[in-house]
């Protein structure tokens, strides 16, 4: 009886074994061939570049991910693409693809401030993008920490001087700047400082000393090259105001100090204090009434360890560098940051163009941009100077914003009328608003 039933079960086992395997190698054979079959028919998503500042013709197919697309600048694909990505530097206001087929996904990429095509803060333009690059949390691909190579470089020691081996040196505050017309009054604030403590200014604007030789080149090719670090440290404070106002919009100049060891003095994106390593990781500009009332400050910490290295727990506090959860996740998600070693397929347009494809192939629905995605204080602000002190060109700034507004306004009129549009039609409109 007993052996009997055993076979039957062990029949009954190697039939459910056999089964078993029988179906896993069937859906192994169909996951497999799936994809096969769909690549054979699937021709290239076709994704258009729409900027004359291209002049060399363009035409690449490559694989994403799992996608394939073909990215080009030749207007003659217009019909057949299915995005068109803007440059935001590049744009030309009567230089739009219109009519606009229903397909067309229009794509921004703006990591820049507006002081090139001051229409793009306002949400009569931005309205019209489905999907963007830009330096804000809230868009698309955000940007904000393009410029901070990583973590490792905010805590690293390698740059770290401490304390006593900068008081040695006797240096405080470190000026590198060479754009010296900003809408965010940067020299003219400069400028009242210095009266108060010394600044060394190695750059173009307000020149006082020069940089050593071997470091001339570096400072605008590579912004975080060894050297150029190695000079930062001796350094106290660096000054670290944007060439612009907007929320989230933060270059080097914040992160290069902070990654040598230098406290900086920062002016620029409302929004900074969510994006520092610690909750007291550098002075603000606008925690000061004025320049003296900075100064004054300076001095103090100068000359006081504690205050001073207080600063730097991103350095000194080993057992929590960074305490700023908001800040790693960005670092851990973001897809994009500068990169001096240039590998190949990381530049900032071959990502932009790959997130595309991909986004093309994905089935969620887009949501129009708005000015979140790139919010821009209007009228510009600028540094506190002494006794309510305008910077120098701050009525040129406000004007040229006022421009873009009714740019924007215009564009959004031609948008919405759904035609192309000449540059004359373009400027005798803008003349009347
Ligand atoms: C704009 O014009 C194109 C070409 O005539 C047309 O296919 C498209 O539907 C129009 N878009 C809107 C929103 O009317
Ligand atoms: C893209 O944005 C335009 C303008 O806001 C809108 O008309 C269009 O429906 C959007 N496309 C998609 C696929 O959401
Ligand atoms: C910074 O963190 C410390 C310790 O967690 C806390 O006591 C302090 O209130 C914080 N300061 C600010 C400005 O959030
Ligand atoms: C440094 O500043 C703290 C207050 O933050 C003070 O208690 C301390 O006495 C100062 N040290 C020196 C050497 O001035």
């Known amino acids: 009886m007993r052996p009997w039933r055993n076979r039957h079960l062990s029949i009954a086992l190697h039939l459910i074994i056999w089964l078993t395997i029988l179906v896993i190698c069937w859906n192994i054979f169909r996951a497999g061939d799936k994809p096969r079959k769909d690549k054979a028919k699937d021709k290239p998503t076709e994704v258009l570049w729409w900027s004359s500042a291209m002049s060399w013709s363009y035409d690449e197919i490559r694989t994403c991910g799992i996608h394939k697309c073909r990215f080009t600048n030749n207007r003659q694909r217009l019909s057949q693409a299915m995005a068109v990505l803007f440059y935001g530097s590049n744009m030309k206001m009567h230089d739009f693809p219109l009519p606009r087929l229903p397909q067309h996904i229009w794509a921004l990429l703006h990591e820049e401030s507006p002081r090139n095509v001051p229409f793009v803060p306002f949400n009569e333009f931005l309205r019209h993008f489905n999907y963007t690059s830009t330096f804000s949390r809230h868009s698309d691909l955000p ?30 505050v470190i000026f590198l700047q060479s754009d010296c017309d900003t809408m965010s009054g940067r020299e003219d604030y400069v400028k009242e400082l210095i009266r108060h403590i010394r600044v060394d200014s190695y750059g173009k604007c307000l020149h006082n000393k020069d940089l050593p030789p071997s470091l001339q080149e570096d400072y605008l090719n590579r912004m975080y090259s060894t050297e150029l670090l190695n000079f930062f440290k001796h350094y106290k404070f660096m000054i670290a105001i944007e060439n612009g106002i907007c929320n989230d919009y933060i270059t080097e100049k914040f992160w290069r100090p902070l990654v040598a060891g230098v406290i900086p003095i920062y002016f620029g994106s409302p929004t900074i204090k969510d994006w520092q390593p610690q909750n007291k990781s550098a002075i603000y500009v606008d925690d000061f009434p004025n320049a003296a009332a900075l100064a004054e400050y300076l001095l103090f910490l100068a000359d006081n360890q504690t205050e001073y290295d207080s600063y730097r727990q991103h350095k000194l506090n080993s057992a929590n560098n960074i305490d700023n959860k908001r800040l790693i996740e960005n670092i851990m998600t973001r897809y994009y940051q500068i990169d001096e070693t240039q590998k190949e397929g990381s530049s900032l347009f071959q990502k932009f163009e790959c997130a595309m494809c991909q986004r093309l192939a994905s089935s969620e629905k887009y949501k129009s941009a708005d000015v979140r995605h790139y919010e821009c204080p209007l009228p510009p602000i600028h540094a506190p100077l002494s006794n309510k002190q305008e910077p120098h060109h701050a009525e040129d700034w406000r004007s040229m914003m006022e421009v873009g507004r009714c740019q924007a306004q215009l564009l959004d009129n031609f948008f919405q009328a759904n035609r192309s549009f000449t540059q004359e039609q373009f400027e005798q409109k803008l003349y009347e608003c």
Not at 147 to 172: A, C, I, Q, R, W
């Open 143 to 172: 940007l904000t920490t393009q410029y901070l190579p990583g973590v490792s470089e905010l805590t690293t020691m390698k740059y770290f001087n401490d304390f006593y081996t900068k008081s040695f040196h006797f240096t405080h």
